[in-house]
């Protein structure tokens, strides 16, 4: 019940394409659902974060889309670049708690 | 900006060997975080600490131990390295729980046993 589970292990996108990665949960419990994105020889570093009272959240091009009801949460890359080629990790946690629980990643490539 | 400093980029050691590896913050965190990350299992988490001379274990403690003396520092010990702890070692430190739980990374050390 505490595994988020991330989906799909790699994609390929072309430039100015839309790249979506998914992450489900068990535990209704969690209540802060944040992304992590990391760089090769980086470690990974804060992209967008949502909480469950609102369905969706947008910075710039990266859009946090959430179904409480589903018990889904997905991250959404408008118009990808080469430069947004990284790994990225869903995690979820919980206000009572210290720790995040991280998906097992996605390896984005962007073809130029 | 948050910093978190890793002691090396680049660690190799021999099997056997007692390895230490350092992790410092400069942001006055009360959390802070050992994992190690291998390709296809994501960030599994070691060890974690949410105050001076407190340790909590992770999801895999087993061959680690840890130390906080101090708020800033937090060392993992490899009492006796084998080849089956090769792997990408991450700190990171984090204000608190909350909205605060925020982890900031260092940039990982690569160890490698031999």
């Known amino acids: 019940q505490q595994q988020v589970k991330q989906s799909p292990q790699s994609l390929i996108v072309q430039k100015g394409g839309i790249s979506i990665i998914n992450c489900a949960y068990e535990?209704?419990?969690?209540?802060?659902f944040p992304w992590y994105q990391q760089f090769p020889g980086k470690g990974p570093a804060l992209l967008i974060a949502?909480?469950?009272d609102v369905s969706e959240k947008k910075e710039g091009r990266f859009t946090i889309s959430f179904n409480k009801s589903a018990k889904q949460f997905s991250l959404h890359i408008m118009d990808s670049q080469p430069g947004d080629s990284a790994t990225y990790f869903c995690?979820?946690?919980?206000?009572?708690?210290?720790?995040?629980?991280w998906g097992a990643g996605t390896k984005l490539i962007i073809k130029p | 900006d948050v910093k978190v400093t890793q002691s090396s980029r680049y660690l190799v050691k021999r099997t056997g060997e007692k390895v230490f590896l350092e992790c410092v913050q400069d942001?006055?965190?009360?959390?802070m975080f050992w994992y190690r990350q291998d390709p296809g299992l994501g960030l599994r988490l070691i060890y974690f600490?949410?105050?001076?001379?407190?340790?909590e274990k992770g999801d895999i403690p087993e061959g680690y131990s840890v130390s906080r003396e101090k708020k800033e520092r937090f060392s993992l010990i490899l009492e006796s390295a084998s080849t089956n702890q090769t792997s990408m070692y991450l700190c990171?430190?984090?204000?608190?729980?909350?909205?605060?739980?925020?982890?900031?990374f260092g940039p990982g050390t690569r160890l490698t046993v031999l």
């Open positions: 942001m006055d965190h009360e959390n």
């Open positions: 600490s949410y105050d001076v001379k407190m340790k």
């Open positions: 949502i909480r469950p």
């Open positions: 995690a979820a946690s919980m206000a009572s708690n210290y720790q995040l629980i």
């Open positions: 535990n209704t419990a969690f209540d802060y």
């Open positions: 990171a430190s984090s204000l608190g729980g909350g909205i605060y739980h925020t982890q900031y």
